[in-house]
């Protein structure tokens, strides 16, 4: 199974694209806005303003053109790499920074956000995901789940059992693998002996598709068939989007300690952003007033973002032990007060 | 004692065992909301302990249905549903089939209410049948309840009759946040009792005195309880009147009504039939030191499971599993300090 891809790696050459002039332009927005935050979501890890972040550098066309082919109703389930995906489905750049400096704020998204917290525990996202889709159909609603993993997260035992169940209860889920091409130092060769990890959905009796993640058309058009087929009540499909980490796992690792900087420079030959750039640019729908334009508006987002995250109020110890049930337990309340008194 | 929310109408007794009891709960549960869903491995055609009996031809095989045989599949899926609005209760077939779920009940149940602040609730059932004396086969016979009651976010209920278990089950899936459920497997069908018809719930998070006495405070849960009533049966016959105490919720844990009891007897008995060391009963008797040690006139002394895993060797695994004699022994002990 060749991936599926629209733009050449180099960005020279675009072939029946599925998608308008201004569909592409709103698409390449989304994506820059997920590299800007990115980008300056480690400079504010490195001066001590956020807690350990896991950066998504190069795969912002993987989880962009997934959460594109949401609607606003349908919810996302992302593992703890998808703050692009997040933002790109509505998660706020200030709620996003209060998340990652860990402050109890930015933990409670917006009501009407069908975003779901990170997920560290791998593979976990997906039975959850499965549920939520499933909870959409018991309620006459029409709502998708998209969820999303890495290629180390396919190792799980949750991931072969949230694919069986999507695929026996036909569920309205969408399943991206961005597979990057590392588990934190463990290359895909030892993870997997078929390299093709679309190929695992014949195994469930749903479809597996395998597309460029560097193409944010290819990752848009193929999870946007997938959205439909879930919404139409045909069942879930396997995504495999072909990408690579160019960061650490987190600010805390060092990828030299196990990978050369030569095969992180031929990735930076396919670079999403700069792909897509290159395209619009041969189709004259973009240009560097446009450019200056946009990152002057994402400036000001970015800057309006850190500022309300500086001011979310400090959390109090006591918090600790809210929001654990309903109603606090007597033990509970007894630390709430010898917490409370400091 | 039947308190708190009965239903509308006042209804009448029926004699029940603890399978048709919970049968009863789960059936009123899925007539009065069409949010609960019932499901586990061979659920549809009733269960192995044929508890969900005919509710998938009265409620439909959308609300009551089978999964495929994969515990963290279970949890994990009626956690997504729980999380988008639906009230489901999940069965694994047994307790001791628990395990491979224990990531999802660890890393999510009880913490997406906390770590959402408030956004997202779990509420969900778990039931599970739990516990040895029927002699089943190798890791059916677990109480693995004490590694339950340590998640934080996650209630333990364990009922001891069938009246209680209709009642607390009820309350279960009608709480807004994660409960597991062990059904006593030696209690399912060795009990019949009068039961009240209709709707009725009873408390979470509390422990109730299942007989008074002075002499000693008998505490248990589950299956233990009608051991330890039995063994207050036989000291009342000498003229030792034990008290007993029914924990019912093992999380949140009702220490009052222990500390009370104790305080008034002054000795203390933990039973359980899990693995003795690091079981609730252990925690039973820290909160007794740490809170009434001045009242106690004996050392806090706890009768449960051997430092061995539940045999599956039926000739003998009546050895493990406590029993009245047993714990008229440890009685005898505090009696005599």
Redesign the interface.
Known sequence: MEPLRFIAEDGGRADRLPFSVDELVRGYRAMVRARFFDERAMTLQRQGRLGVYPPYKGQEAAQVGAALALAPDDWLVPSYRDTGAALAHGLPMSQAILYWRATPAGWRYPDDLRVLPFYIPIATQLLHAVGVASAGRFQDEDWVALTTIGDGGTSEGDFHEALNFAAVYSAPVVLLVENNGWAISVPTSKQMRNPRIADRAAGYGIPGVVVDGNDLTAVWHASREAVQRARDGEGPTLIEAVTYRMGPHTSSDDPNRYRSADSTAAWEARDPVARLRTALGAMEAWDDEREEAMVAELTEEWQAAVREADEAPEPEPQEIVEQVFETMTPDARTAWEVLRRG | MVEAARSETEAGMRTMTMVQAIHDALDLALERDP?V?LFGEDVGMGGVFRVSDGLREAHGE??VFD??L?E??I????????????R?IAEIQFAGFLY?AL??IL??L?RY?????????VPMVIRAPYGGGVHTPEQHADSPEAILAHV??V?VVIPSSPERAKGLLLAAIED??PVFFLESIKLYRSVKAEVPEGHYRLEL?RARVVREGNAATLVAYGGMVEVCVKAAEVAAREGVELEVIDLETL??????TVLASVEKTGRAVVVYEARKIGGFGAEVAARIAEDAIWSLQAPVLRVAGWDAPYPPFSAIEHHYRPDARRVLEAVRQVLAA
Do not use: C
């Open positions: 949010q869903l959308r609300r999964t495929p994969a963290a599949g949890v994990g899926y009626g956690i997504g549903l729980a999380l988008a609005g639906m489901p491979p990531d999802q890393s999510h009880g209410r906390h770590r959402t602040r408030g956004r997202f609730t934080p976010g209630k807004p946040d998070g999380t949140p844990f009702d220490a009052e």
